[in-house]
């Protein structure tokens, strides 16, 4: 999932257990369960690895853990997909049962069960769900009554897994009746070989089954309760959020894209999902990062989980409809692939709970950025605001001159500010909010082109302009006056960027201003450099700004859904307008991050083209669709003048014609 060095060891040291001798018998056995159509039985594989304390990476050490950093442990859930290793019980045991105990148990708790479930002796479920109570327990039905010193427990639980193997279950169970619901519930660690526990199997489409628990006045000491006496709601509702970093998910997708083998006429999808699961992993760093401080931020973390729940979901459909009917026919990975896929967005909340806290928490998501990248946004947030139509061309560029802006990814040595795409992508973004290119993008690109070719660099004042012009794609609009411009840089077969001179274009008229294209055969150029990485930057700086574009957008149409009112009420109070706003909003804050990692490979010296292609087609996509949602949202005032989404409608298939058809972008992706 990372290439960061401890959790690249980590997961290089699963690997060397999982080849071998005893895990590839384990293994075997593993696949033969799911052949004869049984739950397979995980535990030896979870022993082996317990061994060398690789169950439980960021617990202390003495607990069984190696105090390692969040992202070593989402290496190894990742390394256990990859390999074909039943991770359900896993998540179970270490990451919600385990972690329970780290934040809310006693020492004497810790001691007694942490070590068991690191070292892969012992595993633990969740007793949560009843017949008629899912993921809102303020119905829960299942009690615990004071029994002398302990407590005696009575309920009926549905739908956990792993359950027939779990040496303890974590209970919910209402311990009082409260004024509010949600209090009056304790969670209690309770081993499931004790008198009065039934466990019955509820056959599931999933290879693991669902379990049918009967607790009949079950008898637990007081040290069985796990947090405060009444209060586990709060921890429940932490948890979850805990639950919710999307690494199993992203491994899931990864593992079953890399199981086919798609068509050419395939690519174009492959390359969707692939760019869709790429964006997951963005954001399933960035909650896994947050692990490490102790505390995830709920809102970010419901809308990781439905991002990548959902991605991978379409993942495991879409590999079996193009593996073809003979691989549902028999065991495999897509088979078992297709019959999870419903689960994926069931467990850890549904997707609509998954909406229902993004469009609660006020519209759109909130910048992640570091102090610096914040300061650096916020200004060029001012520059792009102080701008607009009326306006002559370019404008702005002399501030955004003096912010920079032209030489961040510059060498210091050649008189930039060596910040980097990462840079760079915040005020692309900025630029694209307030509408404004006017060639800005054309000519990053070429000062990038030149800093490759090592030749002379112009003035970073804003006062040297150069065009883009595409000779594969000679129809690709200009939208900046190539007459007027100090530079056109060609592009060429190979892609080799030239400098070139005398080329013809011809103006059209569009409704957002002129555009040019190229108008003839090229005249001789000046090669410059190999434009693979370069135009590939080009397009992650395109791909910020159509983010920026659809960001701008949903602002103003969060703004007026909730200020529009309709039959008594704001638009916004409308679920299905919520949620579809709601959905706009995850998407961009995906693209965003998937945006931000690729600008970061670039720096890093580890650029990925194919990804930048498609990073760019479905900053397209979005960029329509929330110009398209936010027009329809005005009503017939957003497509009047004074309409503050029309320009946004208007700008976003002209800035998409800036590159390759949106089609031929996910195939690119889909070879990568």
């Known amino acids: 999932m990372t290439t960061d060095p401890e959790a690249e060891l980590a997961a290089k040291e699963v690997r060397a257990v999982l080849a071998g001798p005893a895990a590839r018998d384990a293994l075997a056995a593993v696949t ?19 061994e060398q304390r690789l169950l439980a990476v960021s617990w202390p050490r003495a607990y069984g853990g190696r105090a390692l950093p ?58 949560y769900s009843e017949p008629g109570v899912g993921s809102d327990l303020s119905t829960l039905e299942a009690t615990a009554t004071r029994a002398g010193d302990g407590w005696r427990i009575s309920g009926h639980k549905v739908y956990s897994v792993g359950t027939a193997l779990a040496d303890y279950g974590l209970v919910a169970a209402r311990t009082s009746v409260e004024a509010t619901p949600y209090r009056g519930i304790t969670l209690f660690l309770v081993p499931l070989d004790l008198p009065g526990i039934t466990i019955g199997r509820l056959a599931s489409l999933a290879d693991d089954d669902f379990a049918d628990v009967r607790l009949d006045g079950v008898e637990v000491a007081a040290t069985a309760v796990i947090g405060p006496v009444g209060g586990a709601w709060p921890l429940i509702t932490e948890a979850l959020a ?46 896994v990062d947050q692990l490490d401080t102790g505390r995830v931020d709920a809102v970010a973390a419901a809308a990781t989980k439905l991002w990548c729940a959902e991605t991978a979901r379409s993942v495991a459909w879409w590999c079996a409809e193009t593996a073809g009917p003979a691989a549902l026919r028999q065991p495999g990975v897509l088979e078992s692939a297709y019959r999870e896929a419903p689960g994926l967005t069931l467990s850890a909340g549904t997707s609509e709970m998954m909406l229902e806290l993004v469009a609660s928490s006020g519209l759109p998501l909130p910048d992640a950025d570091e102090p610096l990248a914040a300061e650096l946004r916020a ?72 800093v490759r070719a090592g030749r002379e660099l112009p003035p970073l004042d804003g006062s040297w302009r150069a065009v883009l012009a595409d000779l594969r794609q000679p129809d690709r609009p200009v939208v900046a006056d190539p007459g007027s411009a100090d530079a056109v840089v060609a592009v060429q077969d190979g892609p080799a960027l030239a400098l070139a001179t005398g080329l013809p274009f011809r103006p059209h008229q569009t409704a957002t201003g002129r555009v040019w294209a190229v108008d003839g055969p090229a005249a001789a150029a000046d090669v410059l450099a190999d434009g693979t990485e370069v135009l590939a930057a080009g397009r992650v700086r395109r791909a910020a700004w159509l983010l920026g574009l659809a960001g701008g957008c949903l602002t103003h149409t969060v703004h007026r859904a909730r200020t529009r009112e309709q039959f008594g009420r704001a638009l916004i109070a409308n679920q299905d307008i919520a949620f579809r706003l709601a959905r706009l909003a995850v998407r961009l804050h995906a693209l965003t991050a998937l945006v931000t990692d690729l600008a970061g490979r670039f720096d890093d010296g580890g650029p990925d083209p194919a990804l930048a292609a498609g990073v760019l087609a479905e900053a397209g996509a979005l960029a329509l669709d929330a110009s398209r949602e936010a027009v329809h949202l005005h009503g017939a005032f957003g497509m009047t003048d004074g309409s503050p989404v029309r320009r946004h409608y208007l700008a976003a298939p002209v800035a998409i014609a800036g590159d390759a058809a949106p089609a031929v972008l996910r195939a690119e992706a889909g070879v990568g």
């Open 379 to 450: 200004a060029c947030r001012a520059v792009a605001g102080a701008y607009d139509e009326r306006d002559p061309a370019g404008a702005c560029w002399p501030e955004l001159a003096r912010l920079g802006v032209f030489g961040l990814t510059v060498p210091a040595e050649r008189g930039g500010l060596d910040l980097g795409l990462r840079a760079a992508v915040i005020c692309c973004a900025e630029l694209g909010r307030g509408l404004h290119d006017d060639g800005i993008l054309d000519t990053l690109t070429a000062i990038d082109a030149l």
């Open 70 to 127: 969040a992202r070593c442990a989402a290496a190894v859930v990742g390394e256990l997909i990859a390999g074909g290793v039943p991770e359900v019980l896993h998540t179970l045991s270490v990451q919600i049962c385990g972690n329970f105990l780290l934040t809310a148990g006693t020492p004497e708790q810790r001691a007694a069960v942490l070590p068991g479930l690191a070292a892969g002796r012992r595993t633990a479920t969740v007793l």
């Open 32 to 50: 033969e369960a799911r052949r004869a159509g049984t739950e397979p039985d995980p535990r030896p594989l979870y022993r082996l690895l317990g």
């Open 242 to 287: 805990l639950e919710r970093t999307g690494v199993d998910y992203v491994a899931k997708a990864d593992r079953w894209l890399r199981a086919v083998h798609p068509a050419s006429e395939q690519a174009a999808e492959y390359g969707r999902l692939r760019t869709h699961t790429a964006a997951g992993r963005a954001l399933a760093e960035r909650c």
